[in-house]
């Protein structure tokens, strides 16, 4: 029997939101994981929308017949139900302009020798047309002139099979660019994938590439990585950026409660985005926020972690106007309870909402973000003092912070945004926005292993951040043809301004506890500081300039583009005096290739860089106070990706180098250098039908190839292991056609904690597994999920992060979680 398939408005009376009483009623039932539960039916009937007769605005870019019809019935929001095996591989030319249901659905049909008609209970059905209607002679149909696959402007590209990764991503200030046309190695983790692993933050949803590595401890103060090898969001300003904006995310640890898609770009970014506001090159990381796309959605999502942390989420999807050009979208979360770290408690809550406007020209977005934790004893990376080996691990809920030691963060940020078309090819972007970040913090700021027997020496402060951040980016985007070459071409000027106020007051008692054995230590007096004086101003302006070019339909793109980046920062005494200014620019040029001989097949390289803001010469050298120019990162890469069915598969080679400054006898000099050079290999997608995989591997050898320290030139770089390899897997089982089972193997070569590699931590493996029930619970769609990390308790340093601090694994963590579809 064929597959049917359908997408469909829940517009049935039966299923609108109940009063508050029914929905209580429904997510205490999400609680009973009864076996009596019964089993979701595949499909389900509901009438037409009732505004199915009245036209409205469509914006449906050509491509498979399969996704046009897809995209065309969330947007007309209907049910449409067709027989896979009778669309084949048909193409749709794509819908714009101003149609009813049945004029839309006839254009996207026209020549295809199939029509669409409505049904007694509503919705419509895809069949084969009569001879006589299809006009044409039997045994042939008329032909059918595709001009392009691009999602429409405002859609976000389709997700690949599977649905845990999408099929493009934004590479910044090119747009969204499908995979395969893509002269990076990218990845956009989608929702699905992000609600199945429940992940509650983006490293966790990062954490399934082996290109990255989680360097931070559970339950610490903030999320840093590494991407490449190199270090991402180690600073006081994040690293991720928000819908292609720096600035707007949360600066220490961004919640997934309204994200939408996780994208990751490896390699150097600053023509894409501009020069990162600390400077990352090995990749970028872009979070899409969640929008009223689609049918009206009402979700409740009740969740449980270990020890006792306890949570929920609320997801509401709008769209009004004649056309749906209106939508409204708020996610609300907030978990709260011990964690399973010793002596450690955490309360978390995020709220967003994103309004949009979609017109036939203009479209416009507006995104608020307000996000807050408090963590008592917060975990802290341990140093370790030169000359002994580094102790074993020890039990991943052990914690040397004490109980009344505390840790505050409050975010909040908006973003407006807004694209016009201008004309035929030519549109008009720009955004504006920002945030503001405020931090607490008393605890010991960086404990000290000084022996063995995993002796730590701690000393408190009391801590006070503000940072405050803004953003604002416009430029043009292009298409045109010169002759048999089409053009893609993007200018694009942006700028960025941090200001960081700290005050700190510091305990001049050192204490003593162990890894092993913690040590309740008396709780220390000290003094919130008395104010956050400015210790530091940044302002990053770029303007930029890429065209894309193409040739023979598409199967060879050239990218080629520049960016003039300038960066100033002031620096402020104790007092509030100026201290010192750096004021460089740079030029960071790119050029990318991708050649697809066959559809299936794309071989891409890229030369590009990536900026990172230059040192000043510390007081303690002979040229104190001198300041660098921007150090530049170049990346070499080339690689191959295949679509082999339902499967798409990537092999790169990569070489990044990037300039660091050290002192050279009594004067500081800009004469260091690191090279990372790798191999990685991704997986994604169904091998077979019901078995999804999410698999990669990086190998990576990383020295420092200059350096002014004989003891240290030719060394491995710190926290960068030789092996990392990820084996996620997915399958639906058969003997449960609603129960399907997860699980991921990791593993993580051994890191060096010095940089005259005398000191290391081994290389580990862990488990994870998971698995997901669909039901109907009160007559209502309802997931279950249970995913435990770290399955055997294994005890291990998981990371060692760019300054040499040590984190350990995670415990082993259950998690449950039910999410209702009203």
Known sequence: MSASHRAAALTDPARQPKPAVGWLRCVMACLAFGASVPVLPAHAQS???????????FAIAPGPLTVTLNRFARAAGINLSYDAALLGDAQGPGLHGSHTVAQGLGALLAGSGLEAVALPGGGFAVRRAPPAARGEAAGWLPAVTVTGVAASPGELPQPFAGEQVARGARLGMLGDVDVMDAPFHVTGYTAKAIADQQARTVGDVLANDASVRFVSLPGGILDAFTIR???????????????????????????TAYVERIELIRGPTALLNGMAPSGSVGGGINIVPKRATGPDLTQVTVDYASASQLGGNLDLSRRFGAARQFGIRF?????????GVDNQSR???????????????????????????????????PHIV????????PDGRRNIIQSWETSRIRDQSLLLRAEYDLGDGLTWFADAGGGRTRVARLFAITPLIVDAAGDVSVSDSNYRFNVDRATADTGLRARFDTGAVGHSLTVHLSAYRDALGRGVNASTTTLLTNLYQPVALAEQSLASPAGTPRASESTL??????DTLSMLDKRVQLTLGVRHQRVRSDNFSAAGAAASRYDRSALTPMLGLVVRPWPQVSLYANRVEGLSKGDSAPSSAGN??????????????????????????????????KPGGQMTGTLFAADGEQRNRGLELGLSGEATPGLRLLASATMLDARLTRSSDPGTAGKTAIGVPSFQANLGAEWDTPFVPALTLAGSLVHTGKQYVDQANRQRIPGWTRVDLGARYRATVAGRPTTFRINVRNVFDQRYWAAVDAYGGLAQAEPRTFMLSATVSF
């Open 331 to 339: 996610n609300g979360s907030h978990r709260g309870g011990g964690t």
């Open 347 to 381: 309360n978390a809550g995020a709220g967003a909402l994103a309004l949009d406007y979609q017109g036939e020209r203009l479209r416009a977005t507006a995104d608020f973000i307000d996000q807050q934790e408090r963590i008592n004893a917060p975990s802290r990376l």
């Open 624 to 657: 104190a106070g001198e300041v660098f120019a921007p150090y530049k990162a170049t990346q070499y890469e080339t690689g191959v990706k295949l679509e082999h069915g339902r499967l798409m598969a990537t092999l790169s080679a990569f070489q990044i180098t």
């Open 229 to 255: 090898g190199f270090p991402v969001g180690n600073g006081n300003f994040g690293e991720i950026a928000f819908d292609g904006a720096y600035g707007v995310a949360s600066n220490y640890r961004v919640s």
């Open 386 to 393: 030169s000359g002994i080996a580094v102790p074993a691990a």
């Open 541 to 546: 302006t770029g303007v930029a300039l890429a």
């Open 47 to 57: 009438p037409a929308a009732p505004g199915a007769i009245q036209a409205r605005v």
